[in-house]
């Protein structure tokens, strides 16, 4: 049995106690953001004199970018801006969650904020009607770094029975996937899906169809919503693409993708379209889907274990070794939507929606076509940081 914290063994009776004590008008507030790795989040809490019934009820903060990679200690303040409110299901109503942008002493976006390019790009394709569904995976490992539940030496008899499985040999903390999944339903994220991976310890849910921003919005708090069931529980949700190597599938955040004339009658052909476009831009693509510039990538998108090449892309009805798949139905039919099987787990859903519709949709460059990526100047951050 992978070790659990310390913290998540405390008294939780006790805990509920002082949870369920009542707060008078007050409303506390947490404020959540991405920090300077551009893929783990923050968060700190206020307390507000009344609930707050929308964004504009919520003022602007700041925090020490200096502790988050994300300035220098001598000018070391950094602006949050509230963008996306959310129902608390923690500490319930009249609490809330904040989703937040993080803007530069100057306030221009921080290196990390890739919500505001997002936003821009969504803007400029509002008339086609562009939907994302995002499927987020990930792997519950014990607070030593080892696969949740996995034998201490050694390993769990090879994949074949996890995926969708059911029974204590083959579903490894389905506790944590569904107190998750109910968070998010609480909080207002719209989760439409879940199941247990091929690789034991690992699982999915699945955010959307829904506009660009408002996807990547609800991806970015569902994550922050399970690394916090996590860490009640004494365990950490891991986003690397490729936590255990060898002939164990890694992690991705498939990324499907519709448009208006698309999910019409005859919109396979748009998406065919859309589909040619994307081949002739792989590689920028493969630099914004994962936050060290394909790296992390690397290590999944070997061709096997259900991923395609890094080096080529390809495309195919059912097919699951290629980049991109439309799904069975979908090709029947002769409408629906297309799923690009390449972005990472731990990709930025802001950066991947926007090259994807600058790709497919505005025929211009920009996401990865800069040698001012994020991840060069994350790797920047990461070597000049102190921590
Ligand atoms: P699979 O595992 O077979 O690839 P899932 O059921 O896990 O598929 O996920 C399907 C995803 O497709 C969900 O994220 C859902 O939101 C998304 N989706 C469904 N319809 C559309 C659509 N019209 N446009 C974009 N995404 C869609
Ligand atoms: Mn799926
Ligand atoms: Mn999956
Ligand atoms: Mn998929």
Redo the contacts with the bound molecule.
């Keep these: 049995m992978s070790p659990v914290s310390a913290s998540s063994r405390l008294n939780k009776n006790l805990h509920q106690h002082y949870r369920s004590l009542p707060q008078g008008d007050v409303a506390q507030v947490t404020y959540v953001w991405i920090d300077g790795s551009g893929e783990t989040l923050r968060c700190k809490t206020r307390t507000l004199e009344c609930e707050p019934q929308g964004i504009e009820d919520l003022p602007e903060w700041n925090f020490d970018g200096s502790s988050t990679y994300q300035a220098d200690t001598s000018n070391s303040d950094m602006h949050l801006v509230p963008v996306r409110m959310f129902r608390d299901p923690f500490a319930l109503d009249p609490n809330k969650l904040v989703l937040c942008e993080v803007l530069k002493f100057n306030r221009q976006p921080a290196e990390t904020n890739l919500r505001v390019r997002c936003r821009k790009v969504m803007e400029d394709v509002q008339d086609l009607k562009v939907?994302?569904?995002?499927?987020q995976e990930y792997t519950l490992l014990g607070v030593d770094g080892h696969p949740f539940d996995w034998p201490q030496n050694g390993f769990p008899g090879r994949q074949g029975p996890y995926y969708c499985g059911v029974g204590a040999d083959r579903a490894y903390g389905r506790d944590i996937v569904e107190c998750h999944y109910k968070a998010c339903l609480y909080a207002g994220i719209k989760v439409?899906?879940t199941?247990a991976e091929v690789m034991p310890s690992q699982w999915?849910f699945?955010?959307?169809?829904?506009e660009g921003l408002d996807?990547a919005d609800q991806l970015w708090m569902a994550r922050f919503l399970l690394h916090r069931v996590c860490e009640d529980f004494g365990v950490v949700a891991s986003l690397d693409p490729k936590p255990i190597t060898g002939d164990w599938n890694g992690a991705g955040c498939?990324t499907?993708?519709?448009t208006e004339a698309?999910?019409a009658e005859g919109g396979l052909q748009y998406m065919e379209e859309a589909i040619e476009k994307l081949k002739e831009r792989h590689a920028q693509h493969i630099r914004v889907y994962d936050p060290r510039g394909g790296q992390d990538n690397l290590r999944r998108l070997t061709g096997l274990q259900e991923t395609s090449s890094i080096h080529s892309f390809t495309a195919g009805v059912a097919d699951?070794g290629a980049s991109v798949?439309i799904?069975r139905q979908v090709g029947l039919q002769g409408w629906?939507?297309f799923?690009d099987?390449r972005p990472a787990a731990n990709c930025d859903p802001y950066a991947v929606t926007e090259v994807i519709v600058r790709t497919c949709f505005l025929g211009c460059p920009g996401g990865g076509d800069s040698p001012e990526t994020k991840s060069s100047s994350i790797r920047t951050h990461r070597s000049k940081s102190t921590i």
Aim: no cysteine; net charge positive.
């Design positions: 939907w994302f569904g995002m499927e439409v899906g199941n999915e699945q955010v959307g169809p829904g996807v498939h499907n993708v519709s698309s999910r699951r798949r799904p629906g939507y799923e099987r």
